[in-house]
């Protein structure tokens, strides 16, 4: 009797699964805290909810992807940032709120696993969590040929983190006369990849090897592929001192979504756009796509990865404070009194 099929047959190998969770496991368990419950591998991950301190912890969650950024990596052969740029998205969300991260889980959905990309992605995130003091607790891997194309990958994080009461964003009162302070990015991160591709490699049948136009000494793969910045180190301490009153991380929907989301009714921002200059990458994106102005704020950072909104007083000790964190910012604008959007001059 012949033998039957077998699941690798049907391209799920789970032996190369496992030992692809092996390649990274010891990665993994260098982020885990004294708070973590044993090890990868059980059917849910544990975590001690010890909170000293805090006199009222609130939990606070966020779940991302990073997109079609994917294909720029698989173009590019390079998917050592993933791990980062997801993490540090999830990081930067949760920040919003004033909360330091506590425990990150991953995904990781492909056609066929391979073991090389899955170790940088997986490696990556465990270096991008132990650098905040998040612990990656777990995840899943998901082969599923026939639901993502050949050399696909699909990349998700789900993020818990915590703040006391006292210090969840947004503080109130957000008014107008309150400064806005652009700290800066440093490309896409994780938005607007599938523009950026469609003009780049689409419409002028571009190369990621090819000189990006405006920076030639920058191929537009490696610009392109510029990890995520991580706001945690700059931000979070000034949260502490009661420094900052609203946080908006610059993702989807760049300035234009992004910045209302936390502002009162009756409050407008009014944002100086030449209070910096924007990054090469956008001008070449803006110029070959012939985009207007209005669609380019809408669909990219711009350069401004994430936005604080400070007491008028504030503003100078702020900016000097994020600075000599090592992230350029600066004071890109204020609220005034208007309907809650962006004004953009």
Avoid at 93 to 111: E, K, M
Avoid at 208 to 231: E, K, N, W
């Amino acid at each position: 009797m012949e033998s039957g099929q077998d699941y690798s047959a049907a391209g799920v190998d789970i032996e190369e699964a496992q030992a692809s969770l092996d390649s990274v496991r010891e990665a993994v368990n260098a982020t885990h805290t004294e708070q973590v419950i044993g090890g990868i591998g059980a059917f849910g991950a544990m975590f001690r909810a010890e909170f000293g301190g805090m006199d009222r912890p609130i939990l606070v969650s966020s779940i991302d992807g990073v997109g079609t950024k994917t294909k720029v990596a698989q173009m590019t052969g390079d998917y050592s940032g993933l791990g980062h740029d997801i993490v540090n998205h999830c990081v930067n969300d949760i920040l919003c709120q004033g909360a330091r991260p506590l425990f990150f889980l991953d995904y990781f959905g492909c056609s066929k696993l391979e073991r090389a990309v899955f170790n940088q992605v997986v490696t990556g995130a465990a270096d991008a969590c132990a650098a905040v003091g998040c612990a990656l607790v777990g995840g899943e891997t998901a082969e599923m040929p026939g639901v993502y194309l050949d050399a696909e990958v699909d990349i998700v994080g789900c993020i818990v983190g915590v703040v006391d009461e006292a210090l969840r964003l947004p503080r109130p009162p957000v008014v107008a006369g309150d400064r806005l302070i652009g700290l800066a990015s440093n490309g896409l991160h994780t938005n607007g990849y599938s523009l950026a591709r469609k003009v780049f490699f689409g419409d002028h049948g571009l190369s990621v090897r090819d000189p990006l136009p405006g920076d030639p000494d920058s191929t537009i793969g490696a610009v392109l592929m510029r990890p995520h910045t991580c706001y945690f180190d700059a931000v979070h301490s000034l949260i502490g001192q009661g420094l900052i009153k609203a946080a908006a991380h610059i993702t989807g929907g760049g300035l234009t979504d992004n910045l209302p989301r936390v502002l009162p009714l009756n409050v407008q921002a009014k944002i100086n756009r030449r209070a910096w200059q924007p990054l090469p990458v956008f001008e070449a994106i803006q110029a070959l796509g012939n985009i207007d102005d209005a669609e380019m704020y809408r669909a990219f950072n711009m350069g401004i990865g994430m936005v604080l909104v400070v007491d008028s007083d504030n503003a100078e000790s702020v900016v000097q404070a994020v600075n000599e964190s090592g992230i350029p910012a600066a004071e890109i604008g204020k609220l005034q009194s208007g309907p809650q959007d962006v004004q953009i001059v």
